[in-house]
């Protein structure tokens, strides 16, 4: 034990656990079905940790907005810290609504809306909750656009927070629309688009799906003429979705990789076929590769040695709600991983005993303790581990083998071990652990691999709550300064 860590508080390390148990959680679960856990038992066990560390480390709980919390639990978070702040110093309020104003910059904008329509059912309008909305809405870079495709949603936050609408903004959200015409082209496209269906082509892609349903337009001659209004993100989701239902559509097949981030990326390769992913292995391999190196950026190739024990089993399949999402973080941290270490250093190894990560799919049994053996008789300065922590091949070998690593062949952590897991369990309130031996830390999207790999270092024990709050002060700052 090192001389600050004795000096820890028996007090300071239960909180060290708690926050750290609790960042876990809100970056790994989003309150959705998981293989193991039903959507009921993920919620109850969120709502449990939000409000007791909300309650107990009001300070911590903010600062995890800085952090790579997902936007569920980011929405959660802010939502409870302005319906909760009665008792809150002048000083930490301006504190929480820089993070808080910073946080809802980043979230999509339907999730935002999310936050404001919870505010505004709980009757919270206060001063500094309209004066968030007010900023909000006026760093918005086109509020027509933004009028037109969340109408409803726009115009009751800005009621909810007393905002004033001018012009033909606040004709458009609050009278009767369709009434007159408008000089704002967008806004006049919208009020068209309700008598003549070639108007429905300017406008929003969701908004547009709806008037071509009423205007009944067969779904191919909509989708190839509203191509150039999606998005890249609408564009994927359908490609998506109408794979997944095996029809055939007017859209362009092949997404725009290059756009893609890695986590993301890894899902789209993992929806396609296997044959259509053999037919592309070029394509599809340096695009995961590009987008791995744009993550690791100017860390990349400075891990040294690295080993990989990755999980393609089956319980990678995820659920209805999150379809795969397990092996695409494990085949995105693959991609990144290989980027991070020394060229020619890198040795991955997937629970199936396969090779090829691009024609990975869900299968088989969990035996992380052979791949434990084999990844440490490689010599690696660091060895990563991306698995649900179900080891059943045979139950509880990971453990042991980590176990006497840790205390009989490497006492000194010369490797540096991680255990990164993107599920979340309910029942424990945290990311099932493979061994007391090894840090674990939440990971839902790859891109995180290299700052959660930081942050599992406090799970050790070795560092306490005094270097934690250094960390987050450290990673707040930052999140504040880092451009628009």
């Not at 509203?226 to 109408?242: A, G, V």
């Not at 993992?270 to 190196?293: F, K, P, V, Y």
């Not at 062949?409 to 424990?428: E, F, I, K, S």
Request: aromatic letters at 8%; a positive charge.
């Amino acid at each position: 034990m090192t001389e600050q860590a004795a000096t820890e508080t028996f007090a300071d390390l239960i909180a060290c656990e708690d926050v750290l148990m609790f960042v876990t959680a809100a970056i790994t679960s989003t309150g959705q079905r998981e293989f193991h856990h039903g959507a009921a038992e993920q919620r109850l066990s969120l709502d449990f940790l939000h409000e007791y560390v909300r309650t107990n480390y009001r300070e911590l709980y903010a600062a995890a907005l800085a952090l790579g919390v997902n936007d569920h639990n980011a929405a959660t978070i802010i939502v409870g810290l302005l319906r909760h702040a009665a008792d809150v110093p002048p000083d930490r309020r301006r504190a929480e609504g820089a993070l808080i104003a910073r946080r809802l910059e980043r979230m999509p904008q339907h999730r935002v809306h999310g936050v404001f329509r919870a505010l505004r059912r709980a009757k919270v309008n206060n001063r500094r909750t309209r004066a968030i909305a007010r900023d909000w809405f006026a760093a918005r870079r086109d509020p027509a656009f933004d009028a037109v495709k969340y109408r409803a949603g726009v115009r009751d936050a800005m009621r909810h927070a007393h905002l004033k609408a001018d012009g033909e903004l606040g004709a458009f959200l609050f009278t009767r629309a369709t009434a007159g015409r408008f000089t704002t082209p967008l806004f006049e496209s919208w009020r068209r688009a309700h008598f003549a269906a070639d108007a429905l082509y300017d406008l929003p892609y969701t908004v547009a799906e709806g008037f071509a349903a009423e205007h009944g337009v067969p779904r191919g001659v909509f989708l190839q003429r509203i191509e150039p209004r999606m998005t890249r993100l609408e564009r994927l989701r359908l490609q998506e979705s109408t794979r997944a239902m095996k029809k055939v559509t007017a859209v362009n097949e092949h997404a725009d990789l290059a756009a893609m981030g890695l986590t993301r990326l890894a899902s789209y390769v993992l929806g396609l076929s296997l044959d259509d992913r053999a037919a592309r292995r070029a394509e599809l391999t340096g695009a995961l590769r590009a987008a791995a190196r744009r993550t690791a950026g100017a860390a990349a190739g400075t891990w040294g040695r690295v080993a990989a024990v990755l999980d393609d089993s089956h319980s990678t399949l995820g659920s209805g709600a999150k379809r795969r999402r397990p092996l695409a973080v494990a085949l995105g941290a693959h991609h990144l991983l290989e980027a991070l270490a020394a060229p020619g250093a890198y040795t991955p190894l997937w629970t199936s005993g396969r090779t090829d990560a691009l024609l990975l799919y869900p299968y088989g049994p969990t035996p992380l303790g052979e791949r434990v053996l084999d990844a440490l008789e490689t010599g690696p300065e660091q060895l990563v581990i991306v698995s649900d922590g179900f080891d059943n091949a045979p139950p509880g070998l990971a453990g042991e083998v980590l176990r006497v690593w840790r205390t009989r062949l490497d006492p000194g952590r010369a490797v540096a071990v991680t255990h990164l897991n993107p599920v979340y369990d309910a029942a424990d309130f945290d990311v099932r652990r493979l061994s007391p031996a090894v840090p674990t830390a939440g990971i839902r999207d790859a891109e995180d691999l290299a700052t959660l790999t930081g942050l599992a270092r406090f799970a050790e024990g070795r560092l306490g709550l005094a270097d934690l709050r250094a960390h987050l002060d450290e990673q707040v700052a930052r999140f504040l300064a880092a451009p628009r």
